[in-house]
């Protein structure tokens, strides 16, 4: 990228950050918005929109969000440093690690007279790939589908924070019938979380100081975490819930956040709170094939396999899949381990090349890595659910449009 056509090109996403955020922060229902972009790891794109804070300060480039799951491919890339070095294997069954999922009950698809779930015995065992793909026969209680769904918020299952410990969590969750088989077909759930437990009985350590000794450490990534610190709270933006009909209310506000409270369980699939720099410095070293300023967090090989598609059939999530999911289209789209990927360009509705791995946060938060353009971006806020606005894919659109244009004069 030449110095002249470098600032085209900034002019350019410069420009379509701001009609973005004309249109979902100004006369939108967004309290904010960052908007970062990256090409060979030079910063093309920052900008903030709106104020951190309800009536506070303007959100600066160091703000702090609560990226929901955003969270899975970091806790992804510390398994992956888990099965480098031996201790744990994909194929491994859950069941070995945590005796609690051992004798799993499969729904039958009807309930009893009391409004019990109908269930047989899963002679299928579920393994610890069936985790990282969502394949495992978990849910979600937003999902909204099932009764078993329904089961999951009555327990209270999904939340951010948990009010049981680990082997608590472990021991409820499996008391939940499956929705299907393991390995049968991609449904997204709560199969990260189950990872982290997975991750801390085999090494002995809890989720916060596991993460922090194997990724964010090593990255430089010094705000990213599951608790905000006494010195970074100034930073922590506020966030919002929104029904789509109603104004949006305010749903943790950054200086009296749940956030400051220590767990008992850490949720992996979803806890995590970090800044765009940070995740930033992440998703480079992926691209970089696992390294970053000489600190090596994963092989080559790792990481290839963390952004490939492990659907069982190897088809999209179209064929292999059974929910609608707001973080990505379907068509086209397959799932690596953490986050999805694209593996047909000319059928994925959304820009980017074969390769390309993204995924999304309930507050609206969002990222993209293209490894064959080297090309990453980064679209933060405080707003959920995530669904009600199609800023992610307009942000990605507006990306691939500015930087097709500087290909072509080039």
């Known amino acids: 990228m030449t110095r002249c056509t470098s600032l085209n090109v900034r002019a350019r996403l410069d420009a379509e950050a701001a009609a973005l955020a004309d249109r979902y922060w100004r006369h939108g229902p967004l309290p904010h918005l960052q ?3 990256s090409v060979e790891g030079e910063a093309v794109l920052d900008r903030c929109f709106g104020s951190a804070r309800q ?6 480039p160091d703000a702090i969000y609560r990226i929901a799951s955003m969270s899975k491919p970091l806790v992804v890339a510390a398994f992956l440093s888990l099965v480098e070095e031996g201790l744990v294997s994909l194929d491994d069954p859950v069941a070995s690690v945590l005796p609690e999922c051992a004798r799993p009950r499969l729904w039958k698809g009807e309930m009893d007279a009391e409004g019990d779930p109908i269930t047989s015995p899963c002679d299928t065992p579920m393994r610890i790939i069936d985790l990282l793909r969502h394949t495992s026969g978990l849910s979600y209680s937003f999902h909204r589908q099932t009764p078993i769904d329904a089961l999951y918020a009555d327990n209270y299952l999904d939340g951010f924070h948990q009010r049981r ?14 929705l299907f088989t393991p390995g049968e077909r991609f449904h997204y759930s709560v199969s990260i979380d189950l990872l982290g437990l997975v991750m801390e009985r085999v090494v002995g350590e ?15 990534m010094t705000d990213t975490g599951f608790m905000i610190g006494a010195g970074q709270r100034a930073r922590l933006a506020d966030a919002w819930i929104w029904d789509g009909v109603a104004s949006p209310a305010l749903y943790d506000r950054g200086d009296q956040s749940r956030w400051r409270i220590a767990q008992k369980c850490w949720s992996a699939g979803g806890g995590l ?10 998703l480079h070293m992926l691209l970089q094939g696992g390294e970053l300023e000489g600190r090596r967090i994963l092989s080559p090989q790792s990481v290839a396999l963390m952004m490939q598609n492990h659907l ?17 289209s379907l068509r086209g789209v397959g799932m690596g381990l953490g986050g999805a990927v694209i593996v047909d360009p000319s059928r994925a509705l959304a820009p980017g090349s074969a390769g390309t791995f993204f995924w999304g946060g309930l507050l609206s938060t ?6 064959a353009r080297r090309i990453i971006g980064i679209v933060m806020t405080q707003l959920m659910p995530s669904g009600l606005t199609n800023l992610r894919e307009d942000f990605r659109r507006a990306v691939y449009g500015a930087l097709k244009e500087q290909e072509t004069h080039a």
């Open 35 to 37: 908007l970062f972009v």
């Open 55 to 60: 009536d506070g300060p303007e959100l600066a």
């Open 273 to 282: 709170l970090s800044t765009v720099r940070d995740y930033h410095r992440f």
């Open 206 to 220: 809890p989720l916060d100081r596991l993460l922090a000794r194997r990724v964010f450490d090593p990255l430089g």
């Open 165 to 178: 410990t680990s082997a608590e969590y472990a021991k409820a969750l499996a008391g939940v019938p499956l």
């Open 312 to 328: 069982p059939q190897g088809g999209d999530l179209v064929a292999e899949g059974s929910v609608e999911l707001s973080e990505t």
């Open 366 to 371: 969002g990222f993209f890595a293209d490894p």
